[in-house]
């Protein structure tokens, strides 16, 4: 009777051992399975980002060629605008003034306005038409000084300088000298000089109308 139950055991047991071991075998190929099944979706994320990164290189390129465009279009820009200054004509800003004086009046008109009152006014002496010095040279610009022990008449206007002795009839101007029409006079303590010698000072252009009386300088 024992035999039979340590019999009826042992086969129990070794059912139960061959069972228990199908049923290990069946879950690893489950994990198995289960293992292959959460990697496919890696592998898909993996071929993924290539697409990714390709896109990003195309996007890169996209800003380049538009870095590209912009730096064309600079320097179009430029390049028009140093067309415009070489096309642009140089302006003169020097504006042209006329002086009007006329003999025997004390007052000197500057482009037509009511005029400025001088200290001694033109006149002839020894058939030459004579002008004040320091009135004429101010207004063309010209800064005067007086050395009185050599009785010399100077004038400077940007880069020429002017010199003129009382009672001579020449003028130097930097180191060119002129001959005038006549010398340079003291009259009511004042310089005169010859009409001429504002040409040959500064070039300026000096007209004379006898009929009139008056001189007009232009400069």
């Given amino acids: 009777m ?18 228990a071991a199908a049923f290990a075998a069946n879950d690893t190929e489950a994990d198995a399975e289960v293992v ?18 390709d896109e990003e290189d195309e996007g890169d390129v996209d800003g380049d060629k538009a870095d590209e465009d912009a ?8 390049d028009e605008s140093e067309d415009e200054e070489k096309t642009e004509e140089p302006e003169d800003d020097k504006e042209e003034k006329t002086f009007i004086l006329t003999l025997g009046e004390n007052r000197i008109v500057t482009n037509g ?12 002496i020894d058939g030459k038409v004579m002008i004040p010095f320091r009135a004429v040279f ?21 880069d020429s300088v002017i010199v003129l002795q009382i009672g001579q009839s020449v003028m130097y101007v930097n180191e060119g000298r002129f001959e005038l029409d006549a010398p340079t006079v003291i009259s009511n303590d004042r310089t005169l000089i010859s009409i001429d010698s504002v040409s040959k000072a500064f070039g300026s ?8 009386n008056s001189i007009t300088i232009t400069d």
């Fill in 2 to 19: 024992n035999k039979r139950i340590i019999a009826t055991l042992l086969a129990l047991f070794v059912a139960l051992s061959c069972g």
């Fill in 138 to 158: 101010e207004a063309l610009g010209a800064v005067i000084s007086w050395d009185a022990e050599t009785k010399t008449v100077f004038a400077v206007r940007t």
């Fill in 205 to 212: 252009n000096v007209a004379y109308n006898e009929e009139e």
């Fill in 71 to 78: 730096e064309a279009e600079d320097l179009t820009a430029i």
């Fill in 36 to 53: 292959e099944s959460t990697e496919e979706p890696a592998e898909t994320e993996d071929a993924g980002e290539p697409e990714k990164e």
């Fill in 113 to 124: 306005d009511s005029g400025k009152e001088l200290d001694v006014a033109p006149c002839i």
